[in-house]
């Protein structure tokens, strides 16, 4: 069985279930816990660093690093590209000395899980580049996960839910669901459905995919 870089197993195929697609980037991530870790590093990169234009960001890609014969993390569903054109592999110092210190303080917060492309590890720097590090194994990946998005109880989960108000059209707001909790699941998500169903309001929401985030808020479209 194939691996990357980072020791996680390659996934042939972009249709994999095991990839999930990504809301900052043109492609799909590894689901679990790495979607929930890179996940967390593109949010707080889209709101503190830089906006992220996921037109020209990335994610899974069967292929090797180029120059090399290994296969790239990007293959494992387990590294993503933000802003590519802006950053483009080989060059350094594409970001402000306030970035950096900003992606500095979202790898503190990720670590020792996530690796940045413009870090001292990379001798050729990749500055577009985030993924999981070399030798991390699933269960450290978890624990980066729980301490990153603590998970509500179930009569908190349901207060979140209660600010859903109706907007006369089909989207709906959840105000710092994102920023304070985890992304919803399928249980809540069969709840705002049916409250959706109550109002009136016709919506295509049926799976945590149709999910699309902004910054401090979800859109649900």
């Known amino acids: 069985m194939a691996t990357t870089e980072n020791g996680w197993t390659a996934i042939e195929s972009g249709t994999d279930p095991r990839l999930s697609p990504f809301p900052w980037v043109t492609g799909r991530v590894l689901v679990g816990d790495v979607f929930t870790v890179l996940a967390y590093v593109a949010r707080r990169f889209d709101a503190e660093v830089e906006a992220v234009d996921p037109a020209s960001s990335w994610g899974w890609a069967y292929r090797v690093i180029s120059g090399s014969g290994t296969l790239s993390n990007h ?19 594409t970001f402000t000395a306030a970035q950096q210190s900003a992606i500095r303080s979202i790898l503190d917060a990720t670590n020792p899980v996530v690796r940045w492309g413009g870090g001292a590890a990379y001798t050729r720097k990749d500055e577009m580049h985030f993924e999981i590090n070399e030798g991390i194994t699933p269960a450290t990946v978890a624990e980066v996960a729980a301490r990153i998005t603590p998970t509500p109880d179930p009569e908190d989960d349901m207060t ?33 459905q ?16 149709d999910i699309k985030t902004y910054g401090p808020e979800i859109l649900f479209a």
């Open 75 to 93: 293959a494992s569903g387990t590294a993503i590209d933000l802003n590519a054109p802006r950053h483009p592999l080989g060059a350094e110092g």
């Open 160 to 192: 979140q839910l209660m600010l859903i108000q109706e907007t006369g059209s089909a989207a709906i707001f959840i105000t710092d669901l994102v920023t304070r909790r985890k992304v919803l699941n399928t249980s809540h998500l069969q709840v705002l």
């Open 194 to 209: 049916r409250r959706l169903d109550r109002w009136g309001i016709d919506s295509a929401v049926v799976e945590v995919a």
